[in-house]
């Protein structure tokens, strides 16, 4: 080539390599909800979409509309010390004889997947190259996230609070052989002793999530250790007001409890923050109404307060512990009601209806905080069809698909409420919203979904243009 358009090229290069810099090209992605919100579940399907997707499945996506799109491939994994997102393995059991749900989130994992497409508009839409942006999706559970308030109570305050909570008449049967035991230790316990009654504090949070749908619940690495299972940070729990008051402050049982509360805060919640939650530009919250509703009122309660208790990880006003400690940039949220599969497509309003009003207020206030949140019904993968059936003259809307035990079934699960209903409702009727088998997946073709293209709009479409 002559040396002139050797430079020429070379110039072309170099001004590319600047436009393709100053665009937006990476975004991490949190995905977060109590364990069991579907999680496991929404990452493999949307990484499948990505992978697997065509226009005519994800419409609502522009850049796939526009047909801008042209592949995704999943890149190497960018933080070494985090677990990888096991997309294998989901998809395995997803597509194995029968086919499984894939095992359940336990503790912080990640995927990183290169998404190329054509950019609509700018520098280099105008040259005409496909660029990359790097989509990382940071899968954790909900309940870490509930761990923040800590950092702004002492020991003796938090230990008054959950007090409080556990004395919950509805919670009695679970809490009070618990409440006995720790009422009896002696101020000068062994650290052998300290470390049980710490794991039995920690199964008795797990049976108040799954007898009594308890979801806000502390501290959360107690319900999910992650990487701490077996460590000494974890062993500690609360004391009873009146133990503390007769206790001296410096009985070695108070000073023990509030050391490792300290630690927990300073070593696991703080890190956790600033290392990871910090680092996101957007996240997903999953939400299972559903299920709440099959369990109960005080379980759809419960509920409520975990969701604005969520809500509240995304308020960085002034003043805020999140703004003054970790500047968190995140600056799109979306609650998704998931499982939306498990109701007639006509319920999905009033199931959107029932989580804004559980979420009551705390919806609005993070666009105050410059946060934009959005709202959404969906299905991450598709167990049921949606169909008909003739009933005493009329049309009723039912769902088909495979229960847990592979029977075929066709159910009409009933209506969603748009609130909390009264107590009595479930004397009388309650919910039936069943869980069903996953669907026969095919390897190479896309997961059957509801709504992720919606979800891909709003978490990717601004930075796709
Ligand atoms: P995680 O604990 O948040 O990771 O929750 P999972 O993703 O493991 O979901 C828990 C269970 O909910 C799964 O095993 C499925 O039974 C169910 N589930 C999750 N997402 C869906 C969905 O989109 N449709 C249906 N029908 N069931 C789902």
Aim: aromatic residues 8%; glycine residues 6%.
């Amino acid at each position: 080539m002559n040396p002139l358009k050797h430079r020429v090229k070379q110039l072309g290069n170099q001004l590319e390599e600047i436009a393709q810099r100053g665009l937006d090209r990476h975004v991490r992605l949190g995905v977060t909800g109590i364990s069991g919100a579907g999680k496991t579940a929404f990452i493999t399907s949307l990484v499948n979409q990505l992978l697997h997707g065509e226009s005519q499945l994800l419409p609502a996506w522009q850049v796939m509309e526009q047909q801008r799109f042209l592949g995704a491939r999943i890149a190497r994994q960018p933080d070494l010390t985090l677990q990888p997102f096991d997309y294998t393995g989901a998809l395995d059991c997803l597509q194995q004889t029968p086919p499984s749900w894939p095992p359940s989130t336990r503790t912080i994992s990640e995927i990183r997947l290169a998404l190329r497409y054509l950019p609509e508009k700018g520098l280099a839409g105008q040259i005409g190259r496909p660029v990359t942006l790097y989509l990382d999706i940071i899968d954790y559970p909900g309940e870490w996230l509930l761990d923040l308030p800590l950092l702004q109570q002492s020991f003796d305050q938090w230990s008054d609070a959950i007090w409080q909570q556990l004395q919950r008449p509805a919670w009695k049967t679970q809490t009070q052989s618990w409440c006995a035991r720790v009422a009896a230790l002696s101020s000068d316990e062994t650290d052998g002793v300290i470390a049980e009654v710490a794991r039995d504090y920690a199964s008795l949070l797990q049976t108040l999530k799954r007898e009594c749908g308890a979801s806000l619940l502390q501290p959360g690495r107690a319900l999910l250790p992650g990487e701490l299972a077996g460590a000494p940070v974890l062993e500690w729990f609360p004391l009873p007001p009146a133990m503390r008051s007769s206790l001296a402050e410096d009985s070695p049982l108070i000073q023990r409890l509030t050391e490792r509360y300290s630690a927990y805060c300073d070593q696991v919640v703080k890190p956790f923050f600033r290392h990871y939650f910090a680092r996101l530009d957007r996240q997903v919250v999953l939400v299972d109404c559903l299920t709440a509703l099959n369990q109960g009122r005080d379980q759809v309660e419960q509920l409520s307060h975990t969701l604005q208790a969520l809500s509240h990880s995304f308020h960085y006003g002034p003043g805020s512990t999140l703004g003054r400690l970790f500047r968190p940039k995140i600056d799109r949220v979306l609650f998704a009601a998931t499982k939306a599969d498990h109701v007639t497509v006509d319920q999905h309003h009033n199931l959107l209806q029932l989580m804004h009003n559980l979420m009551k207020g705390s919806r609005r206030q993070p666009r105050y905080f410059g946060t934009r949140m959005e709202t959404l019904v969906l299905s991450a993968i598709n167990a049921t069809r949606q169909g008909q059936v003739e009933r005493s003259g009329s049309t009723v809307a039912v769902i088909s698909g495979q229960s847990l035990d592979g029977e075929s079934c066709v159910r009409f699960p009933g209506e969603v409420p748009t609130q909390l209903p009264e107590r009595q409702f479930w004397q009388q009727q309650g919910f039936r919203f069943r869980p069903f088998s996953p669907p026969v997946c095919e390897a190479g073709s896309a997961l059957p979904h509801m709504r992720l293209d919606y979800a891909l709009q709003f978490l990717l479409g601004d930075k796709m243009r």
